[in-house]
C-alpha cells in the first residue's frame, strides 16, 4: 500500500524556523515528483512546493519563495520541508502528497500542523 | 497564481445529480487538461476523485465525473449519496510545474 506520513509540525515564533519530514512507503520513491500542499484553519487547499523525481528542479508558490526550501533524500524515501522566517500565514496543516503527473495527487498523508504564533 | 473560482456551496436531495463549477484562466484550465479534483471530510485528508479532467482512480464511485470547456472544469456527483457530503477542489495545472487549487464548494445533501 501507498503511503506517506508526515511529521515535524508545531508550535514556532514568528521569524523562526521548522523542518519538516515527509516518509515514504509502497512505492519506487525515487521514480517520484513530489508535493507540499497546505491548509489554512477553515480554509482551502493550497499548493506550495514541488520537487522532480532527482532533485534536481524545485518550484515554489510566490508566497515562499526565498523562505522554504523543499529537499529529498531518496536513499531514505524522505521528503523535506525546510521553513525559514515563518509568519502567522503560514499556520497550516502541512500535507505530503505524491505527484503522478500533472496534478495527480494520491496518496495524502494524515498532515501536520504548523502553527506560527507569538 | 490566483486560485480557482468554485461556488462556495452546492446543494442537492439524495438521488439527484449535482454540478460544481471550476473556472480559472486561459494560463491554467484553459491550456491544460490537467485538472483534478479532491474530495475532504472533516478532519481528514483530501482523496483524489478525478484526475486530468475525466479520469477516474481505481476504487471512486462512478456516479463522479468531469468535463471540461474552455477555461471551466465541472464535476458532476450523480445519485447524490449522504457519504457525498464534503468539501470539494479543483485543482489545475498551471505550466512551469506550478499547480493552483480551487477555492473549495461546500455540497450539503439536504
Known amino acids: 500500500e501507498e503511503q506517506v506520513v508526515e511529521s515535524g509540525g508545531g508550535l514556532v515564533q514568528p521569524g523562526g524556523s521548522l523542518r519538516l519530514s515527509c516518509a515514504a512507503s509502497?512505492?519506487?520513491?525515487?521514480?517520484?515528483?513530489m508535493t507540499w500542499v497546505r491548509q489554512a484553519p477553515g480554509k482551502g487547499l493550497e499548493w506550495v512546493a514541488n520537487?522532480?523525481?532527482?532533485?534536481?528542479?524545485?518550484f515554489y508558490v510566490d508566497s515562499v519563495k526565498g523562505r522554504f526550501t523543499i529537499s529529498r533524500d531518496n536513499a531514505k524515501n524522505s521528503l523535506y520541508l525546510q521553513m525559514n522566517s515563518l509568519r502567522a500565514e503560514d499556520t497550516a496543516v502541512y500535507y505530503c502528497?505524491?505527484?503522478?503527473?500533472?496534478?495527480?495527487?494520491?496518496?495524502w498523508g494524515q498532515g501536520t500542523l504548523v502553527t506560527v504564533s507569538s | 497564481q490566483s486560485a480557482l473560482t468554485q461556488p462556495a456551496s452546492v446543494s442537492g436531495s439524495p438521488g439527484q445529480s449535482i454540478t460544481i463549477s471550476c473556472t480559472g484562466t486561459?494560463?491554467?484550465?484553459?491550456?491544460?487538461?490537467?485538472v483534478s479534483w479532491y474530495q475532504q471530510h472533516p478532519g481528514k485528508a483530501p482523496k483524489l476523485m478525478i484526475y486530468?479532467?475525466?479520469k477516474r482512480p481505481s476504487g471512486v464511485s462512478n456516479r463522479f465525473s468531469g468535463s471540461k470547456s474552455g477555461n471551466t472544469a465541472t464535476l458532476t456527483i450523480s445519485g447524490l449519496q449522504a457519504e457525498d457530503e464534503a468539501d470539494y477542489y479543483c485543482?489545475?495545472?498551471?505550466?512551469?510545474?506550478?499547480?493552483?487549487f480551487g477555492i473549495g464548494t461546500k455540497v450539503t445533501v439536504l
Open positions: 520537487i522532480r523525481y532527482d532533485g534536481s528542479e524545485e
Open positions: 486561459s494560463s491554467d484550465v484553459g491550456s491544460y487538461n490537467f
Open positions: 486530468e479532467v475525466s
Open positions: 485543482c489545475s495545472y498551471a505550466g512551469h510545474s506550478i499547480y493552483v
Open positions: 509502497g512505492f519506487t520513491f525515487n521514480t517520484c515528483w
Open positions: 502528497v505524491r505527484d503522478h503527473g500533472y496534478g495527480n495527487f494520491d496518496p
